[in-house]
T-cell receptor, first 112, second 111 residues
Framework: NAGVTQTPKFRVLKTGQSMTLLCAQDMNHEYMYWYRQDPGMGLRLIHYSVGEGTTAKGEVPDGYNVSRLKKQNFLLGLESAAPSQTSVYFC???????????FGQGTRLTVV | EDQVTQSPEALRLQEGESSSLNCSYTVSGLRGLFWYRQDPGKGPEFLFTLYSAGEEKEKERLKATLTKKESFLHITAPKPEDSATYLCAVQPPDSNYQLIWGAGTKLIIKP
């Protein structure tokens, strides 16, 4: 039972480069989320999706785009990476908004 | 502005030494309060959801309680494998999808 799988696990980007983070879940969850985690701060929601083909902005959406073409996949894109986007990114999925969320292992991204 | 504050930032205990972690919040009428455990290099793992003041949940050596302004995570006779960062999150009444997360308490249990 894989749960939530994120790829890649680590990545170093140069300022201005673009990349896509992939999240896949095998639990048939409707809701999927992208968070970033920075030292000394709580998790912050970047974007979320309440079902296939839908996406919405969270707390810190600027500089990121997302797509959910298939129910099991949620992609996070960085169009032009900036050093301020250096962070650990987590994908999560859940049955509903007040239900437990299952998190992936995270992607550690460094922008130099 | 709604806030979630966890204290202490870090806590070192001897094995078997019981203690409590605190999560205080300024949100009124929350829809739920969540506790997660996070091991180094991994994603958070769900522990409990509390919905109303007076509610308690238990799992092994952990017990979570909720009042109108704070939640406690009580750890009884901890073991080294309980070492982790414990995260608290609150769902505000006007939010269907967004949680407000605390920064976490790093718990270290020494053998």
């Amino acid at each position: 039972n894989a749960g939530v799988t994120q790829t890649p696990k680590f990545r170093v980007l140069k300022t201005g480069q673009s990349m896509t983070l992939l999240c896949a879940q095998d639990m048939n969850h409707e809701y999927m989320y992208w968070y970033r985690q920075d030292p000394g701060m709580g998790l912050r929601l970047i974007h979320y999706s309440v079902g296939e083909g839908t996406t919405a902005k969270g707390e810190v959406p600027d500089g990121y785009n997302v797509s959910r073409l298939k129910k099991q996949n949620f992609l996070l894109g960085l169009e032009s990476a900036a050093p301020s986007q250096t962070s650990v990114y987590f994908c999560a999925s859940s049955w509903g908004t007040s239900r437990e969320a299952f998190f992936g292992q995270g992607t550690r991204l460094t922008v130099v | 502005e709604d806030q979630v504050t966890q204290s202490p930032e870090a806590l070192r205990l001897q094995e078997g030494e019981s203690s409590s972690l605190n999560c205080s919040y300024t949100v009124s009428g929350l829809r739920g309060l969540f506790w997660y455990r996070q091991d180094p290099g991994k994603g958070p793992e769900f522990l409990f959801t509390l919905y109303s003041a007076g509610e308690e949940k238990e799992k092994e050596r952990l017990k979570a309680t909720l009042t109108k302004k704070e939640s406690f995570l009580h750890i009884t006779a901890p073991k080294p494998e309980d070492s982790a960062t414990y995260l608290c999150a609150v769902q505000p009444p006007d939010s269907n999808y967004q949680l407000i997360w605390g920064a976490g308490t790093k718990l270290i249990i020494k053998p």
